[in-house]
């Protein structure tokens, strides 16, 4: 007989982890087009960022909501989004405001 049960755990991937490299590195490339002032410090914002996606990473093992495995799983797959995203969507949509305007 199979016993129901409710899982107990923390899940994988991080949510935190993947959510963190999407929403840095996608405000950090959107401020950079919008303002010439970010554009020009753009590597400086990079590097924050990293620093700051890291202490995310970091803060997770440390409070033990995930184990480092979940993290680097999510850290795997928030960089996948951001590349698909670069490749395909991004692109996309330049050539759609460029038809448009």
Do not use: D
């Not at 680097?72 to 995203?85: A, Q």
């Amino acid at each position: 007989m199979l016993e129901w049960s409710c899982y107990t755990e923390y899940g994988s991937p991080s949510g935190h982890s993947m959510l963190s490299i999407v929403l840095f590195e996608f405000l950090v490339r959107f401020l950079s087009k919008k303002y010439e002032c970010v554009a020009r410090f753009n590597y400086l914002w990079y590097f924050l960022v990293l620093l700051l996606e890291l202490l995310v990473m970091f803060s997770r093992v440390y409070l033990g909501m995930h184990s480092l495995n979940q993290v680097l799983f999510g850290l795997m797959i928030g960089c996948y989004s951001m590349v698909l995203y670069y490749l395909y969507v991004e692109h996309w949509l330049y050539e759609i405001c460029l038809r448009f305007l």
